[in-house]
């Protein structure tokens, strides 16, 4: 049986604060705001609707105003989703890497599938990908270790033999739930945070530096494919 490696998306995979930003600072400019700088919206790209709407506008939700600014801004931000989003770099090396040893890999994502489904499609991962799994694939999303549950159902793998690799707590504590070993990468939307207390298996401090982790993890398993 292979081992399966499992990536968050946002901030883990795809570096995909740009599109994001821009979509916060939309709601901004309907508003008659200027806009935000880049670095004060990216540490909340994982967080979703929910997170750049709280930094862009200190909207949260029960406002008055939310539902509506929520459903705007991903209006705007599906039709201008893959603009500037882009694989962080060392993740197309890691992904040949992982191929070349005949490691399966899938997607675990708290975005929901019509949102994640075609920024994968413009990356070309679609076909690589063993599984993708959005934040509205099964009833619960991340925490809850029932995303990465399914994925390894859907993969044929056992918990025990799959990784999953992430930039928020909720990506650890899912994890460990999952009883999966677990990864924080570092080099993500985790900058207002210290990984450190979330007690992970492994910090990868930029994407390069995943592959040796995946290799002390797997062992003997970690040879090239013939």
Sequence with gaps: ?????????????????PDLAAAANKQRAYRGLPPLPYEALRPYASHGARGLLKVALGLQPGDTDYEDSRRRFLSDY???????TQLFPGIAELLDELARHDYAWGIVT???????????????????????????????????????????????CAPIRC???????????AGKAAGMATVVAAYGYCSLADPVTWQADAIAQQAPDLWPIIQRWSGPAARPAQ
């Design 1 to 17: 049986m292979k081992n399966l490696v499992l990536f968050d998306f946002d901030g883990t995979l795809a570096d995909t604060a």
């Design 78 to 84: 599906a039709q201008d989703i893959a603009v500037h």
């Design 110 to 156: 708290n975005k929901v599938e019509y949102l994640a489904r075609p920024i994968i499609r413009h990356l070309g991962l679609e076909s690589r990908c063993a599984v993708t799994v959005g934040g509205d694939t099964t009833p619960h999303a991340k925490p809850h270790p029932e995303p990465l549950l399914h994925a390894a159902r859907q993969a044929g």
């Design 163 to 173: 990784i999953y690799i992430g930039d928020d707590e909720r990506d650890v504590v």
